[in-house]
């Protein structure tokens, strides 16, 4: 197992690609990108995770929060506030 770490854009959907079963760890800000740290099998298949980006103020995308949304944290970038969740 190792620690690998990954880039979000900053948009409101984006999938990522990460090994299957992948333990997100931590949401931040790191320069001037949104990252995230993920305990991760590097031998494993990957999978795609859905990542949505919302910034305070903004309309919640129209996902299914029961079915598998998940918050991951919120992120102070540049004078702003994005809160993340993650799908599968």
């Not at 990252?35 to 919640?60: C, D, K, M």
Request: charged content about 20%; some cysteine.
């Amino acid at each position: 197992m190792k620690i690998w770490k990954y880039q979000i854009p900053l948009k409101a959907k984006s999938v990522i690609e990460l090994p299957c079963d992948a333990r997100i760890l931590q949401v931040q800000a790191q320069g001037n990108d949104i990252v995230f740290w993920a305990i991760v099998n590097p031998h494993a298949s990957v999978e795609e995770r859905t990542f949505y980006v919302v910034g305070t103020g903004q309309s919640l995308p129209k996902i299914d929060y029961e079915d598998g949304i998940t918050y991951r944290g919120t992120v102070q970038l540049d004078g702003f506030v994005w809160h993340i969740f993650v799908g599968v």
